[in-house]
């Protein structure tokens, strides 16, 4: 396998499965979700990233969503699994239930907790590569495990048989932009920035595209790539203005939330905006009444954008 072996370019968003208060999954408002996605113009979505609370769920749970996405978007648009785990048995574990669902292809971040040496994680991800079918995205993602994956170590990892791509959420934009240029012509490369330093690198030098999180200004995330393949720079900064606003009005430079968690923004951002969020699942708990507020006032200052 190699990067030409999958199709995923532009937005792709890890996005939200809704949850009722008590905590169970509201299996409706997920088909609902899923199917505004896909009309809204995503290029491919992510279930069960950080976005998606993988972290909650049981075995079963993870089974359900898998099928249950599959059968709702009907091979439309690309669907990535989230299969992270502490393991890499139980990595190859999730990602039978992923290639059992139909997917196309898993993502996969080093171990959260454990922080590994390069040595390990060369071994992590060669044991990964070795036991599944799928292709696989690595993702960069210290915020989460303590790791920032350099440009030397994923070099490595771009030579192993099933990895094709990678999500690289890292706030160090040296790392980013230097493993860009490492590995760009053996991995698709996600996570450029909606501005004008990732339009420039995108219509320079390659580059996929986005897996952002939770799409809540729509059809807007994708247009932004539309914009950009077909030469029209000042449309894309404008979709990419907007898309930067809510970033900067509710994450920090490492991607932690200003206030809240992450999951709870993203769905009270749906929730205000009409659309299934539902509730996030312990340990992550739902926003105040004025962290509320913040998000709607944020959403409505985007729109006037």
């Not at 574990?93 to 898993?106: P, S």
């Not at 070099?155 to 860009?180: M, P």
């Amino acid at each position: 396998m190699d990067k030409y072996t999958v199709d995923w370019k532009g937005y792709i968003p890890a996005i939200s499965i809704p949850f009722f208060k008590n905590g169970e999954i509201d299996w409706k408002g997920w088909s609902t979700l899923l199917n505004w996605l896909v009309d809204e113009g995503m290029h491919g979505l992510l279930v069960n990233g950080t976005t998606g609370e993988w972290f909650s769920q049981s075995l079963e749970e993870m089974d359900a969503i898998f099928q249950a996405a599959s059968k709702t978007v009907n091979n439309r648009i690309p669907l990535i699994g989230g299969c992270t785990a502490y393991t890499a048995e139980q990595v190859v574990e999730r990602a039978k239930l992923v290639e059992k669902a139909n997917f196309d292809g898993i993502l996969v971040a080093p171990p959260p907790y454990i922080v590994l040496t390069d040595e390990e994680l060369v071994a992590y991800y060669q044991y990964i590569s070795d036991h599944v079918e799928l292709p696989i995205c690595i993702y960069n993602w210290p915020r989460g495990t303590n790791v920032d994956l350099d440009k030397e170590l994923v070099a490595r990892l771009a030579d192993l048989e099933k990895i094709v791509a990678i999500k690289n959420s890292t706030g160090n934009l040296q790392n980013f932009v230097s493993t860009f240029f490492a590995i760009k012509d053996k991995l698709r490369v996600f996570g450029f920035p909606m501005n004008e330093l990732g339009i420039s690198l995108m219509k320079d030098y390659g580059g996929e595209g986005m897996m952002g999180a939770g799409a809540v200004l729509g059809s807007d995330h994708p247009n932004f790539f539309h914009s950009l393949w077909e030469g029209n720079i000042e449309k894309a900064l404008y979709y990419g203005k907007k898309d930067q606003f809510l970033f900067k009005s509710w994450y920090n430079d490492d991607f932690s939330a200003k206030y809240g968690s992450p999951q709870a923004i993203i769905k009270t951002a749906l929730n205000l905006k009409g659309l299934p969020g539902g509730y996030p699942r312990l340990p992550i708990i739902p926003l105040t009444k004025e962290q509320e507020l913040k998000v709607k006032e944020s959403l409505e200052e985007v729109e006037r954008l």
